[in-house]
């Protein structure tokens, strides 16, 4: 039985939202109404898994901290899903997964030099002044932090050595969560997409509002926020600066890599 083609209109309108500019580089550009979209498929299922998932998993779950075992889960499974994300945006774009496409469509370049346009080389020095800062940034006191939230109070506990030690597999899971975090998941959502498609909307203040749409995504651990603000300096600029999404990458990994370093003595005490 032959169906009627769908009318333009309606084709339009179940169709994915496709940037239809460029900027100088070739890059689309998203709308407002796309860039909102992208932030919101990133951060409404992260703060259901965190506020009504994760509270709902821990009373089916047994072992200590049942609470943080249950946010561990969730939390990865949702930066797992903004890894997804990423790969059907750039797809859906590129029409390729090649890593030649990748790297010029997230920006997974060299630093370059927005002087003389030369990558790499001394310029990756600039990392050591980033990561100094984000680490003097991680001792600044915060807000308070829910207790059953608060991850780094439970690595301290009695409950969460008793949950770590000697287990690889919840040791695995943290590891997982922390490169889908910082390499794979947040960053490359909002510094390797959005950033280098921002322009349009924002101009030269594109650094600025990712910043600010990247500390609003944490509904989920809402007390981060004003950190995530001050992070702008350390994460959005530079990447834009630069012109390198590696910059974020590599400055933000530098918490998990001490995270994962924590939490290996405890799986190893």
């Known amino acids: 039985m032959a169906i009627a083609a769908p009318l333009p209109s309606a084709r339009r309108a179940v169709e994915p939202a496709v ?25 409404l299922p992260m703060a259901f898994l965190a506020w009504v998932v994760a509270p709902w998993l ?22 797992i899903w903004q890894f997804v994300l990423v790969a059907g945006l750039v797809f859906r774009e590129q029409r390729s997964l ?3 496409r990748l790297r010029q469509a997230l920006w997974l370049n060299a630093p370059r030099s927005p002087r003389t346009g030369r990558r790499g080389g001394l310029l990756w020095l600039v990392l050591i002044p980033l990561i100094l800062g984000f680490g003097v940034e991680e001792l600044l006191p915060e807000p308070s932090v ?53 322009n349009g909307v924002f101009g030269r203040r594109d650094w600025l509002a990712n910043g600010v749409l990247f500390a ?7 007390w981060a926020i004003p950190t995530a603000l001050a992070d702008t300096f350390l994460l959005s600029y530079p990447s834009k600066r630069y012109r ?21 003595s405890l799986v190893l005490a």
Do not use: K
């Not at 940037?19 to 951060?43: E, K, M, N, V």
């Not at 009373?59 to 930066?79: K, N």
């Not at 287990?167 to 959005?194: C, K, S």
């Open 244 to 264: 390198s999404a590696l910059i974020g990458i590599a400055v933000h990994s530098a918490q998990s890599v001490v995270l994962i370093g924590i939490c290996l």
């Open 216 to 222: 609003t995504y944490h509904l989920h651990m809402p």
């Open 19 to 43: 940037a239809t500019t460029t900027d100088a580089s070739g890059i689309r550009q998203y709308s407002l109404g796309q860039i909102g979209a992208i932030w919101a498929a990133a951060a």
């Open 146 to 198: 829910p207790a059953s939230h608060d991850f780094t109070t439970f690595l301290d506990s009695h409950a969460g050595h008793a949950l770590l030690a000697g287990h690889w597999a919840w040791f695995a899971l943290i590891v997982v969560l922390a490169v889908f975090n910082t390499v794979l998941g947040e960053e490359l959502l909002f510094r390797g997409v959005l950033l280098p498609r921002m």
């Open 98 to 100: 090649r890593p030649s």
């Open 58 to 79: 821990s009373h089916h779950l047994d072992g200590p901290g049942r609470m943080p075992q249950a946010l561990l889960l969730c939390l990865t499974a949702g930066l």
